[in-house]
Antibody, heavy 119, light 107 residues
Framework: QVQLQESGPGLVKPSETLSLTCTVS??????????WSWIRQPPGKGLEWIGY???????NYNPSLKSRVTISGDTSKNQFSLKLSSVTAADTAVYYC???????????WGKGTTVTVSS | AIQLTQSPSSLSASVGDRVTITCRAS??????LAWYQQKPGKAPKLLIF???SLESGVPSRFSGSGSGTDFTLTISSLQPEDFATYYC?????????FGQGTRLEIK
């Protein structure tokens, strides 16, 4: 049974870079069958897709965040990561990692981690 | 980006009721739609994919239908554990987008 777990700082200062890691257990980020994605949810609001990374290293980002986002994979640690630069209070959210199938819906989710942007 | 509009935004219903939630896409997306259930403080859970395919382990009281621009999620007989927020998501084209959510509350 595949499980995903997000980790990283819960507090980030404005203008700095938010960095999160998702550790995959029970499955492999090297699998060519899946993409590995990040989604976020601001407090009291809906879901926003951030982007994904494929085992080959190819990526796809939401244009609304593309200039600030980097998603990468680490097959040796069976992890994938999110970096979001120049954060503001608008980036305060619960950040989820998720597995995405060949047809891009999210069938396995991490529990989520709350990131607050504040000085 | 394709916009998804859910209606209603919130809904009050009783245990045993039949409930329908609608998701309308700003352009045709074939059957490339999924539905998720989210409970407070929890991650979303996949219910339906490809507009009408039930995810493994999801009770059969949940069903989805539609294609093109208009989709529905139906719960045939509400159970206490079904009170949650429901989101539709399109995967016809990038960026992946979600509806704004429908909050289902106990009457």
């Amino acid at each position: 049974q595949v499980q995903l777990q997000e980790s990283g700082p819960g507090l980030v200062k404005p203008s700095e870079t938010l960095s999160l890691t998702c550790t995959v257990s029970g499955g492999s980020v090297s699998s060519g069958s899946y993409y590995w994605s990040w989604i976020r949810q601001p407090p009291g609001k809906g879901l926003e897709w951030i982007g994904y990374v494929y085992y080959s290293g190819s990526t796809n980002y939401n244009p609304s965040l593309k200039s600030r986002v980097t998603i990468s994979g680490d097959t040796s640690k069976n992890q994938f990561s999110l970096k979001l630069s120049s954060v503001t209070a608008a980036d305060t959210a619960v950040y989820y990692c998720a597995r995405v199938g060949p047809v891009p819906y999210m069938d396995v989710w991490g529990k989520g981690t709350t990131v607050t942007v504040s000085s | 980006a394709i916009q998804l509009t859910q209606s209603p935004s919130s809904l009050s219903a009783s245990v045993g009721d039949r409930v329908t939630i609608t998701c309308r896409a700003s352009q045709g997306i074939s059957s490339a739609l999924a539905w998720y259930q989210q409970k407070p403080g929890k991650a979303p859970k996949l219910l339906i994919f490809d507009a009408s395919s039930l995810e493994s382990g999801v009770p059969s009281r949940f069903s989805g239908s539609g294609s093109g621009t208009d989709f529905t999620l139906t719960i045939s007989s509400l159970q206490p554990e079904d009170f949650a927020t429901y989101y539709c998501q399109q995967f016809n084209s990038y960026p992946i987008t979600f509806g704004q959510g429908t909050r289902l509350e106990i009457k």
